[in-house]
């Protein structure tokens, strides 16, 4: 067996954009673009970048909740593109996904024990009455909410805990890999640090892989073992996270994390601000997308993407300049 759970090659999502009367393709959008990457088993691999550069769209697109434009998604060595619907389902049991926004997420017209019960039942997992409940209360007991929790509504809860429901919902089905996105974003802070750890215990005690997709650099470090950075569809560099901070190559991600504070005085970097905005992804810079934002760009970069670059088996970027002075 492969140590890997999940195995990406040249994954592309292209979404049409219509228009004129008669609705014909005008134009397209390419969300996700040729991205190529692996998911050992037991890991956290975080997902950054700006808003709008494919990240929700990749995450989709590994439960074909979303249907990928082509590429391979391997899950366990099975190339899920390829199954039918009714393997599919089957196969989607194994891989949940988390939202952002718990409360959206829940069906205000159910109880929380329904909620919980329905994606069970959709997949027969329980025999009769009893066994449903004790694995109810089991339930919520991993996501540490009282059981009487079972009987009551989602607006009864803060949002922390409308999000211990939704993981726990996720844990139903007893999933192997849980695309995460955005978990704990609309959240406060101070609920942020609690949820975040739960997910990472359950991962431990579970034995759990995760695609966590954040904005916040601080929370992507703390929970990921390694961190991949996307830019307009692209995956621009995935390194171990602690790599990232200090050793990136890409100058993307260079700027990405130049603006996360070191907390050791010692220690000073300067902020690196990007000029210009992202640009439309309807209509991206020929060859490599970051090139009119970079300050180390030369007529190869404007030329063609550059390829992918292995520094170890940990580091990869695709970049034609990596070593290049900062800003
Ligand atoms: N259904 C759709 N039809 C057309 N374009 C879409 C569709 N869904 C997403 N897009 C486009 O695909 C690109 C990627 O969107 P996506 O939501 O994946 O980004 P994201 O990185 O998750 O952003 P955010 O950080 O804001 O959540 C955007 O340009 C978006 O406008
Ligand atoms: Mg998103």
């Known amino acids: 067996m492969s140590e890997y759970l999940l195995e990406v090659n040249n994954l592309t999502k292209k979404f049409p954009i219509k228009g004129g009367i008669l609705g014909r393709e005008?134009?397209?959008?390419?969300?996700?673009?040729?991205?190529?990457?692996?998911?050992?088993?037991?890991?956290?691999?975080?997902?950054?970048?700006?808003?709008?550069?494919?990240?929700?769209?990749l995450g989709r697109s590994?439960?074909?909740?979303?249907?990928?434009?082509?590429?391979?998604?391997?899950?366990?060595?099975?190339?899920?593109?390829?199954?039918?619907?009714?393997q599919m389902r089957e196969m989607r049991r194994k891989m949940q996904i988390i939202f952002q926004d718990p409360y959206a997420s829940l069906n205000p017209r159910m109880t929380v024990g329904g909620i919980l019960a329905e994606p069970m039942e959709i997949h027969g997992l329980f025999k009769d009455k009893e066994e449903r409940r004790k694995r109810l209360l089991q339930l919520l007991d991993q996501v540490q909410l009282p059981a009487d929790a079972l009987n009551k509504y989602p607006h009864e809860f803060s949002g922390g805990q409308r999000q211990r429901i939704c993981i726990a919902r996720a844990l139903a089905v007893e999933p192997e890999f849980i695309v995460c996105d955005e978990p704990v974003s609309a959240l406060d802070v101070s609920v942020q640090a609690q949820v975040v750890n739960l997910m990472m215990d359950l991962q431990k005690d579970l034995g759990l892989t995760f695609l966590f997709i954040a904005h916040d650099l601080k929370v992507v470090e703390y929970i990921s073992n390694r961190v991949a950075v996307m830019y307009l569809g692209n995956m621009v560099e995935v390194a171990e996270s602690h790599e990232l901070y200090g050793g990136a190559r890409h100058p993307y991600t260079k700027a990405l994390f130049s603006a996360i504070p070191n907390p050791n005085p010692n220690v000073?970097?300067?902020?690196?601000?990007?000029?210009?905005?992202?640009?439309?992804?309807?209509?991206?810079?020929?060859?490599?997308?970051?090139?009119?934002?970079?300050?180390?760009?030369?007529?190869?970069?404007?030329?063609?993407?550059?390829?992918?670059?292995?520094?170890?088996?940990?580091?990869?970027y695709r970049c034609y300049n990596p070593n290049q002075v900062s800003k």
């Open 26 to 57: 005008v134009g397209a959008v390419y969300a996700v673009n040729d991205v190529s990457f692996k998911i050992k088993k037991g890991e956290t691999l975080g997902l950054v970048g700006e808003s709008g550069c494919g990240k929700t769209t």
């Open 62 to 86: 590994l439960l074909r909740l979303i249907e990928p434009t082509s590429g391979e998604v391997f899950f366990n060595g099975v190339d899920i593109t390829k199954l039918d619907a009714d």
């Open 268 to 316: 000073t970097h300067d902020r690196i601000i990007l000029e210009g905005d992202i640009p439309s992804p309807m209509n991206p810079p020929s060859g490599c997308h970051f090139h009119p934002r970079c300050w180390n760009a030369t007529d190869e970069c404007r030329g063609s993407y550059p390829p992918v670059t292995e520094e170890s088996l940990t580091h990869a």
